[in-house]
T-cell receptor, first 115, second 111 residues
Framework: EAGVVQSPRYKIIEKKQPVAFWCNPI?????LYWYLQNLGQGPELLIR????????DSQLPKDRFSAERLKGVDSTLKIQPAELGDSAVYLC?????????????FGPGTRLTVL | AQSVTQLDSHVSVSEGTPVLLRCNYS??????LFWYVQHPNKGLQLLLK??????LVKGINGFEAEFKKSETSFHLTKPSAHMSDAAEYFC?????????FGAGTTVTVRA
């Protein structure tokens, strides 16, 4: 069974440019998460989807970040415009649901460098 | 609110010796606790989880952790380190659905 797929794996852009990350969750997983992992820190939740609905986006900086999951399967996270401080690893995870026994499976992440 | 504190940012051990990674948690109710491992350029992988069953939890690759409510701790151990154990380890507490990660402990294994 394929795991969570993310692309690209690495992205280098100049500040003020837009960037987008793509995530394809494990088949059948209704819940999808985007996390931000700064260097030397643990991941922090940005947004959570239940099917196509964003049910928790309280930590998403909405002035420059946006996300979508139009058909309740794959998802895109966008930054426009990117700032130097956005350099980090962006992780996508998915789970069957919210039950305590439902493990979150993580993708390999996209490492963003903003110059 | 819930949080975890990993007491060591870096642990260095010799191959074949025990590994101990320390984690303290804070939670307003009975927590679910996890340890994840992250190898370079790889996704986070679940090592083990505690969800209010047995307090001694066994995970993959010979790791285990003990939940101690009186000490609010969930330390991770392995009796004999292998070179492949070199990685970043995260202690995680779960509230309703949200995972809160510690800052991580980097493990290096000396030959």
């Amino acid at each position: 069974e394929a795991g969570v797929v993310q692309s690209p794996r690495y992205k280098i852009i100049e500040k003020k440019q837009p960037v987008a990350f793509w995530c394809n969750p494990i088949s059948g997983h209704n819940t999808l998460y985007w996390y931000l992992q700064n260097l030397g820190q643990g991941p922090e939740l940005l947004i959570r989807y239940e099917n196509e609905e964003a049910v928790d986006d309280s930590q998403l900086p909405k002035d420059r970040f946006s996300a979508e999951r139009l058909k309740g399967v794959d998802s895109t996270l966008k930054i426009q415009p990117a700032e130097l401080g956005d350099s980090a690893v962006y992780l996508c995870a998915s789970s069957l649901g919210l039950g305590r026994d439902n493990e979150q499976f993580f993708g390999p992440g996209t490492r963003l460098t903003v110059l | 609110a819930q949080s975890v504190t990993q007491l060591d940012s870096h642990v260095s051990v010799s191959e074949g010796t025990p590994v101990l990674l320390r984690c303290n948690y804070s939670s307003s109710y009975s927590p679910s606790l996890f340890w994840y491992v992250q190898h370079p350029n790889k996704g986070l992988q679940l090592l083990l989880k505690y969800t209010s069953a047995a307090t001694l939890v066994k995970g993959i690759n010979g790791f285990e952790a003990e939940f101690k409510k009186s000490e609010t701790s969930f330390h991770l151990t392995k009796p004999s380190a292998h070179m492949s154990d070199a990685a970043e380890y995260f202690c995680v507490v779960r509230g309703d659905y949200k995972l809160s990660f510690g800052a991580g402990t980097t493990v290096t294994v000396r030959a």
